[in-house]
């Protein structure tokens, strides 16, 4: 973290600078980078147009050609209680979406009116599902005992392969003739997907010699990069909430909304949730995660899980309102893969989130980032100015 994220967290912050005559002028950019280099210690020369050396897509990318150009803004400032302490922290995002960021912006003033938005990690784990199939029911059944007598084993195989990562847990599962070895790894601040899947191709593998089964599908139940009730319910990733409590003068002032308007609209959206059937009972995550994780360098695909959770909303005895927002399955590192260059280092660094150490202070962001998001999302469908918004901030039309 730099010195001035280390500042007196009582002072207040920044607010981003703006232009109201023109904010895509030169200086009204260069105001708003000025800010950034002052957060975090160094000018985004990336972000600002520097190309990136075509080395840094090695191993990431084949038959490269050159680099994707997506608008970065900055959303701000979320006054942020984290496990590592009170912080200031200004969010880049990545969209085409016009009237976004402004409602990030707005939901993040939200938050600062209840004083800091509280936010927790509250464990980790990455799951990798293989099957694999026996000639009976029984044979499954006795497979998946001899699993849970091989813990320790498999955690001396898993060692092997890696530094960083580790088995953590084993929760095998008969199906009928088949058994689904849950296997639950620890990967440190990376999110360990070719890890996990190397450590769990090896242990499935041992268990299968072991035990006579007939086949072995590594990714026999593929949880991987889609929303689904088991991911939803155990967690995978990093599983994170965010809570604050908004005093309802603040609420009134910032949105023309009453804590009772928005409480009643999320009862009317829960209805419409249950029918569908979905994992992602939140309004808009996979806005919020997708540009941020496009911003800071993530796997983009992961944002199908990662928006997965849980809003909610209640009147407190005193009148004001109370929300969080519980996101089990955030998929997210800050190092490794596409984290570690360009755009995406210097993006973290703005949030004091990249390198070693800094991966669930990234999923506490992102998950008071969803929360300011969905509560100014909410707030603009409560008083029927979502329409006005969209059509003030996002006018960008085709020419006739």
């Known amino acids: 973290m730099k010195k001035d994220q280390q500042r007196d967290p009582a002072l207040e912050p920044e607010r981003i600078p703006r232009d109201a005559q023109d904010d895509y002028s030169p200086?009204?950019?260069?105001?708003?980078?000025?800010?950034?280099?002052?957060?975090?210690?160094a000018r985004p020369a990336h972000v600002a147009g520097e190309p990136v050396a075509f080395e840094e897509a090695r191993g990431k990318i084949e038959n490269l050609v050159g680099f994707v150009q997506v608008p970065i803004g900055i959303a701000g400032p979320?006054?942020?209680?984290?496990?590592?302490?009170?912080?200031d922290v200004y969010v880049p995002m990545a969209t085409t979406e016009g009237a976004m960021v402004a409602s990030y912006s707005r939901g993040m003033r939200l938050l600062a009116a209840g004083g800091r938005v509280r936010a927790r990690v509250l464990s980790e784990g990455l799951t990798q599902n293989p099957i694999l199939v026996y000639a009976s029911a029984e044979q499954a059944a006795y497979a998946a005992g001899f699993a849970l007598r091989l813990f320790e084993d498999f955690r001396v195989m898993v060692r092997r392969t890696t530094q960083h990562g580790a088995l953590v847990a084993i929760r095998p599962e008969p199906i009928g003739r088949r058994l689904v070895?849950?296997?639950?790894?620890?990967?440190?601040?990376?999110?360990?997907?070719?890890?996990?899947?190397?450590?769990?191709?090896?242990?499935?593998?041992?268990?299968?010699?072991?035990?006579g089964a007939?086949?072995?599908?590594?990714?026999?139940?593929?949880?991987?990069?889609?929303?689904?009730?088991?991911?939803?319910?155990?967690?995978?990733?990093?599983?994170?909430?965010?809570?604050?409590?908004?005093?309802?003068?603040?609420?009134?002032?910032?949105?023309?909304?009453t804590p009772e308007a928005l409480v009643a609209l999320w009862r009317s959206y829960t209805v419409?949730?249950?029918?569908?059937?979905?994992?992602?009972?939140?309004?808009?995550?996979?806005?919020?995660?997708?540009?941020?994780?496009?911003?800071?360098?993530?796997?983009?695909a992961y944002v199908t899980e990662s928006a997965s959770g849980m809003l909610d909303l209640d009147v407190t005895t005193a009148g004001d309102l109370y929300a969080s927002a519980h996101l089990p399955c955030l998929l997210v590192g800050t190092v490794g893969g596409g984290s570690g260059q360009g755009t995406a280092r210097e993006c973290l660094e703005l949030m004091g989130c990249a390198g070693s150490g800094k991966a669930n202070l990234f999923a506490e962001i992102l998950a008071a980032t969803v929360l300011a998001g969905d509560?100014?999302?909410?707030?603009?469908?409560?008083?029927?100015?979502?329409?006005?918004?969209?059509?003030?901030?996002?006018?960008?039309?085709?020419?006739?």
């Open 214 to 257: 007939v086949e072995r599908y590594l990714h026999g139940q593929d949880v991987e990069k889609r929303a689904n009730a088991r991911a939803f319910v155990e967690g995978r990733g990093r599983r994170a909430i965010a809570d604050v409590t908004i005093p309802r003068a603040e609420l009134q002032r910032i949105t023309r909304a």
């Open 78 to 87: 979320l006054r942020l209680d984290a496990t590592l302490g009170f912080r």
């Open 272 to 300: 419409g949730f249950a029918e569908l059937g979905t994992q992602n009972w939140l309004v808009q995550s996979a806005n919020g995660l997708a540009a941020v994780m496009l911003a800071c360098g993530q796997d983009i």
């Open 181 to 211: 070895v849950s296997l639950v790894f620890s990967t440190g601040d990376a999110i360990g997907i070719n890890m996990a899947a190397r450590a769990a191709d090896i242990v499935s593998q041992n268990l299968a010699e072991r035990t």
């Open 375 to 400: 509560l100014s999302l909410l707030a603009s469908f409560a008083t029927h100015e979502f329409t006005a918004a969209h059509e003030a901030l996002g006018r960008n039309r085709p020419p006739a």
């Open 27 to 41: 200086a009204a950019v260069e105001a708003r980078r000025a800010l950034w280099e002052r957060v975090a210690g």
